[in-house]
């Protein structure tokens, strides 16, 4: 993996339903991983950051694992709700040599939750 | 307490002209980070300021370039506009100039290059 990738790209799901999402990063040189919820009309509001392989974050039914060593996280919505429906982006700094990092989007899976 | 905003919200441009898009950051956070978004895509980043320093920059050509004044606002320039360029600009501010903190997106200015 050399890039950010997401997957599914998108994903519908009955109210009530849980679901989840991958999130496949580089493995060397970990920095950190970020997920952030964004909604139509609005801006991306960050959901987690994390930085330690292993690490599990969770806020309200949303939850995310973070494994460095293989380069994946997953993000859990649990009891799906369509106040849930938005595109869920994760990102992590890649460096493309020496000190300069960029903070590298997925291009997001977009869930829509139908009542 | 004020987050994240920008301005304007929507800015038509001909090709070769020259914009100037602005933000202040959320109170208390000192970076300011910029961020492409074309249909499609994930948000591309563009570069990150400081302490009134570009910190970090993505592949974007030298027609992008930034500022940050000692409020912590920044602004991003792009000089001869292509009809690329259209797509949705985002700020984003943080605080320590490091990417391990979380960042706070404002709403976005969405440029058209006609």
């Known amino acids: ?3 950010v990738e997401q997957s599914p790209q998108s994903l519908h799901v009955q109210e009530g339903d849980s679901t989840n999402f991958t999130c496949s990063f580089p493995s060397s040189n970990f920095y950190a991983l970020h997920w952030y919820r964004w909604e139509t009309a609005k801006s991306p509001e960050a959901l987690f950051v994390m930085t330690l392989n292993g690490d599990e974050k969770k806020k309200g039914r949303i939850s995310a694992t973070l494994n460095t060593k293989e380069g994946y996280s997953y993000l859990y919505i649990k009891g799906s709700q369509p106040e849930d429906s938005a595109t869920y982006l994760c990102a992590s700094p890649l460096s493309s040599g020496g000190s300069n990092y960029k903070l590298t989007f997925g291009k997001g899976t977009l869930l829509t939750v139908n009542p | 307490d004020a987050g994240v905003t920008q301005s304007p919200t929507h800015l038509i441009k001909t090709r070769g002209q020259q ?8 109170s208390g956070h000192d970076t300011v ?28 050509p030298d027609r992008f370039s930034g500022h940050q004044f000692p409020n912590y606002s920044s602004e991003l320039n792009v000089n001869a506009l292509l009809l690329g360029d259209s797509a949705l600009y985002l700020c984003a501010s943080s605080l320590g100039g490091s990417f391990n903190t979380e960042a706070f997106f404002g709403q976005g200015t969405r440029l058209t290059v006609v």
């Open chain 1, 1 to 3: 993996i050399l890039n």
């Open chain 2, 19 to 26: 914009v100037t898009l602005r933000c202040s950051p959320k």
């Open chain 2, 33 to 60: 980070s910029w961020y492409q978004q074309a249909l499609g895509q994930g948000p591309q980043f563009i570069f990150q300021y400081y302490e009134e320093e570009e910190r970090q920059r993505g592949n974007f």
